[in-house]
């Protein structure tokens, strides 16, 4: 027997628009579309002025209907703050901010959570937003899989999602050589979906990669009138499947 999940990654740029527009009821309209089992969100808001206040998470969370979710603050701005939401139709079972800053540079961290796709059968996930800098994403990536390695058991079905800033795929090669990660595409866009910027996209900006034994059966970057505007990247979305196995 196996699992499968179907995943959103989305840096949401705190529901702010490309038309410099708050507008949080897009953002949601697009994540009621896809009706994923998890979501990866990136460039959360909470209690910042820019997004009225908002506590973001609990309201998608409320309006989306997903029962669990967990949130990695990790940029302060004016007396709230900005990070990574994770939120998931099935149990998240552990949740940790993993610090993955390179001072001087920007606070970032990976929000690593356990899924409980069935009883008794975890997936490890990783919800990142990584550094503008290559050497930078290098170390924070090495840390990142230091902490999933360590952490997971052996075979547990790893996923890192998110915003991972690569132009270039220097980055994303090395994974998936060194560390024996996949990346999740298409055959038309080899090198991953193009994301960035949304209005016209050429960047592969966000990414999806996952460890054996999960397989990958589809791969859609959600490219229409209204992700054009809803935020500056556009939202990817994976099928993975597993087999079933018990902790």
């Given at each position: 027997m196996?699992?499968?999940?179907?995943?959103?990654t989305?840096?949401?740029?705190?529901?702010?628009?490309?038309?410099?527009?708050?507008?949080?009821?897009?953002?949601?309209?697009?994540?009621?579309?896809?009706?994923?089992?998890?979501?990866?969100?990136?460039?959360?808001?909470?209690?910042?002025s820019?997004?009225?206040?908002?506590?973001?998470?609990?309201?998608?969370?409320?309006?989306?209907?997903?029962?669990?979710?967990?949130?990695g603050?990790?940029?302060?701005?004016?007396?709230?703050?900005?990070?990574?939401l994770?939120?998931?139709?099935?149990?998240?079972?552990?949740?940790?901010?993993?610090?993955?800053?390179?001072?001087?540079?920007?606070?970032?961290?990976?929000?690593?959570?356990?899924?409980?796709?069935?009883?008794?059968?975890?997936?490890?996930?990783?919800?990142?937003?990584?550094?503008?800098?290559?050497?930078?994403?290098?170390?924070?990536?090495?840390?990142?899989?230091?902490?999933?390695?360590?952490?997971?058991?052996?075979?547990?079905?790893?996923?890192?999602?998110?915003?991972?800033?690569e132009?270039?795929?220097?980055?994303?090669?090395?994974?998936?050589?060194?560390?024996?990660?996949?990346?999740?595409?298409?055959?038309?866009?080899?090198?991953?979906?193009?994301?960035?910027?949304?209005?016209?996209?050429?960047?592969?900006?966000?990414?999806?990669l996952?460890?054996?034994?999960?397989?990958?059966?589809?791969?859609?970057?959600?490219?229409?009138?209204?992700?054009?505007?809803?935020?500056?990247?556009?939202?990817?979305?994976?099928e993975?499947?597993?087999?079933?196995?018990r902790?």
């Open positions: 196996s699992a499968k999940i179907r995943i959103v989305w840096n949401i740029h705190k529901g702010i628009g490309t038309d410099r527009r708050y507008a949080l009821d897009r953002t949601i309209g697009v994540l009621q579309d896809l009706n994923a089992d998890v979501v990866c969100l990136q460039e959360v808001d909470h209690g910042v820019r997004s009225d206040f908002e506590n973001q998470k609990k309201r998608l969370k409320r309006e989306l209907g997903y029962e669990y979710g967990a949130l603050l990790n940029v302060k701005v004016q007396k709230g703050a900005y990070g990574n994770t939120m998931s139709r099935l149990p998240i079972r552990s949740s940790r901010n993993v610090d993955l800053t390179i001072p001087p540079k920007k606070r970032r961290s990976g929000l690593v959570t356990r899924i409980e796709v069935a009883p008794g059968s975890t997936w490890l996930l990783a919800n990142v937003h990584l550094g503008l800098m290559h050497l930078e994403r290098k170390v924070q990536v090495r840390r990142l899989l230091s902490h999933l390695f360590e952490e997971a058991d052996e075979r547990e079905p790893l996923v890192i999602a998110g915003d991972w800033n132009w270039a795929s220097r980055l994303t090669r090395s994974v998936t050589k060194e560390w024996g990660f996949h990346l999740a595409r298409s055959d038309h866009q080899p090198r991953g979906a193009r994301t960035w910027p949304s209005r016209r996209p050429f960047v592969s900006l966000d990414k999806i996952y460890r054996d034994p999960v397989r990958c059966h589809h791969v859609v970057c959600v490219l229409d009138e209204v992700t054009r505007v809803a935020s500056d990247h556009l939202p990817l979305m994976v993975l499947e597993a087999p079933l196995r902790r």
